[in-house]
């Protein structure tokens, strides 16, 4: 189904991110897209390991996370995160912790907030290419998902001391700016391939889930405005860590809260 049936009586949290594990298929469709994700990561690190291989490689790799989101939901976000962690074998730290759960938050908020980003969002799970609004979610979220992802993460290695205060703002600016230019060509990716997905395979995560698994956010509107307003807080501490304010460090972590609440009400 593309549009949200009427089971107000099912809201819940993050449902459908553990029910999936029961679906054969959506676990299926988790190993598929860890196997792509960790093989395009691999040879994007290679490429570019006479630059800066954990900013351009992970950056350009971050395609991938909206796109498999917005495709297979659940499935794609743990598929993206188990993917990054298999690139990290053989020189596994707790920074790799921090980094899965950064990238499934990339691929768990394109979906979660594709139909609860009202008043932009119009319900639909299926996009409209000739819809304005279907364009400016992509966009919106492409940035969003982005910002508050490597906030959360850089959040917390500031807080357990894994990375210094300045460099932490120049990491967090860095890779937000590639992930969004990924997450934009991920946007326009699903597009092209959402009809081939949906009719001809059958794939689309709506579809291969039931609906009562699914269910339905517990307050979705909520939701997503706290993880844009942590988002817009994370930009003010990249801001204030730029012009050598200190008050950044705090301003950052202020902002992870209002997006760990925002994703749990999704």
């Known amino acids: ?12 949290v993050m449902k459908a991110t553990f029910t999936m594990w029961k679906n054969k298929q959506m676990i299926i469709l988790v190993v598929v897209c860890a196997v792509i994700y960790a093989g395009v990561r691999a040879v994007l690190t290679i490429d570019f390991a006479l630059l800066v291989p954990e900013i351009m490689g992970m950056g350009a790799a971050n395609i991938l996370p909206m796109l498999f989101g917005l495709l297979f939901g659940p499935a794609g976000a743990w598929g993206a ?37 009202k008043p932009i969002a119009d319900g639909q799970r299926k996009p409209a290419i000739s819809n304005w609004r279907s ?12 910002v508050a992802s490597n906030v959360v ?36 990716l699903f597009l092209s391939l959402h009809g081939v997905i949906k009719n001809r395979l059958g794939l689309i995560w709506w579809d291969v889930m039931d609906e009562r698994d699914i269910g339905k956010p517990l307050a979705g509107t909520i939701g997503a405005w706290l993880v844009i307003v942590g988002a817009l807080v994370g930009v003010a501490s990249i801001m204030a860590g730029f012009s050598g304010n200190h008050a950044g460090e705090t ?13 749990l009400l999704l």
Not at 91 to 98: D, E, R, T
Not at 256 to 263: A, K, N, S, Y
């Open 153 to 188: 993460v850089t959040a917390w290695l500031e807080l357990l001391g894994f990375v210094p205060h300045t460099v932490l703002f120049a990491i967090i600016f860095f890779v937000s700016i590639f992930s969004v230019l990924g997450g934009l060509v991920g946007g326009i």
């Open 251 to 263: 301003v950052g972590i202020i902002g992870m809260i209002p997006i760990i609440i925002g994703c």
């Open 135 to 146: 364009w400016m979610l992509f966009i919106l979220i492409a940035f969003i998902s982005s």
């Open 1 to 12: 189904m593309d549009k949200f049936p009427n089971i107000e009586e099912d809201k819940t």
């Open 81 to 117: 995160a188990i993917g990054h962690l298999i690139g990290d074998l053989g020189a596994l730290s707790w920074k790799s912790l921090f980094d899965f759960v950064g990238i499934f938050l990339l691929g768990y908020l394109p979906y979660a907030m594709w139909t609860t980003l």
